[in-house]
């Protein structure tokens, strides 16, 4: 049989490129032959869950026999009463990976298009294109604009056409950590046509102190065509637990649950998060944590004459004056992971975690020896 599997694929899946994540502590140490190794590069809560989470997660271990509660009740009671809103304004995902691909499939087909900035994060594009829209991408900011590489969304706006059915912000975006202040991004939704829904990806909420930026949800009560999508994997340090959300009208929560795979958030992961949501007292700490981090990392890039860009997350994107794989290369001889961004056209930049004070020091210092090697 000459069987190729690339003959009988969807045209869209054929031309996909596949989403690369961040290197793992246990392929670096298999491969480079280091020890004692710290990952930098996917954005993950350095302080880890709650102790709570944890305690709520092993007791929910004795149950992992049957299946987990495939509406969400008690989670999507908890996410409803945390942001104001009716249960079925909630719609649960395998992290806010999930629901960003649910939207796609529920909204998007050939013969439609989708909106997102170049920068912006990778899933955006990738789950547009598999389901064989056009994807149109505009122009960030530029190098020297305050919010450099940032989402322009008069630029976003000038693509949105009677084939528009999605427009992607990420606010936080993810990998540059620019934002769009809440007068910029509500009119520009309130500019949208009603056939074009737009999601604020907003997977980096709990983070943000500057008080320019919105809480998007806010919005929904005026805006049926918003979506608004949230992580427990950040601040809330779940992300091997996959569990993540979106906020929308109920119209559109029908659609996305049509599409959504049963039992999509497993038992363990919907007993922890309710858990996390229950500890304020670990994310303020986790908060505070990255607080001073992304400031001792503004020092240490200032010392070392290193470009750094504005970020409200928990990552700050730098530029290394140079092509930046083989940077990230001598630093994981050092046993530090970060994530070179070649992939997203910026082949100079680096993204690197806030992790804890002794994790960012070793890391400045892994990347002064790298840039001077």
Not at 90 to 109: H, M, P
Not at 218 to 242: C, E, H, I, M
Not at 320 to 326: D, E
């Amino acid at each position: 049989m000459d069987f190729d599997a690339k003959n009988i694929a969807a045209p869209a899946v054929r031309e996909l490129a596949p989403y690369v994540p961040g290197k793992p502590i246990e392929e670096l140490e298999r491969e480079y032959g280091v020890r004692d190794s710290i990952k930098l590069a996917s954005n993950e809560n350095p302080l880890g869950p709650s102790p709570k989470a944890l305690a709520a997660l092993a007791a929910a271990a004795g149950d992992i026999w049957l299946y987990p509660d495939g509406s969400g009740f008690g989670l999507r009671a908890a996410l409803a009463k945390r942001h104001g809103v009716p249960g079925e304004w909630i719609t649960l995902g395998n992290g806010s990976n999930d629901v960003l691909v649910l939207l796609a499939e529920a909204f998007l087909t050939p013969q439609s298009e989708a909106v997102c900035s170049e920068y912006a994060f990778a899933i955006y594009a990738i789950a547009a294109r598999a389901t064989g829209a056009t994807v149109r991408i505009a122009p960030a900011f530029p190098t020297d604009h305050p919010m450099a590489f940032g989402h322009d969304v008069e630029a976003m706006a000038r693509l949105v056409n009677e084939r528009t059915r999605l427009v992607y912000i990420g606010n936080p975006n993810n990998p540059t950590g620019t934002w769009i202040e809440a007068g910029a991004l509500e009119a520009f939704i309130a500019s949208l046509p009603a056939h074009t829904i737009v999601v604020v990806d907003q997977a980096y909420f709990e983070y943000v102190e500057d008080a320019r930026y919105p809480d998007a949800a806010d919005w929904l009560a005026r805006y049926p065509n918003l979506v608004v999508t949230r992580t427990f994997s950040k601040a809330f340090g779940l992300a091997g637990l996959r569990v993540g959300y979106a906020i929308s009208h109920p119209q559109v929560a029908d659609l996305l649950n049509r599409v959504r795979q049963p039992f999509n958030v497993n038992s363990l992961a919907q007993a922890a998060a309710i858990a996390a949501l229950e500890d304020p007292a670990h994310l303020e700490r986790s908060v505070a944590a990255n607080r001073a981090g992304l400031v001792q990392l503004a020092q240490g890039f200032d010392r070392l004459g290193v470009r750094h860009f504005p970020s409200v997350a928990n990552f700050v994107l730098v530029d290394c004056g140079r092509p930046a794989g083989a940077v990230y290369e001598a630093m994981l001889r050092h046993g530090v992971i970060v994530r070179p961004l070649g992939g997203y056209g910026m082949p100079n930049h680096l993204r690197i975690t806030v992790g804890t004070t002794t994790q960012n020091e070793r890391m400045l210092e892994a990347l002064q020896q790298a840039l001077a090697g």
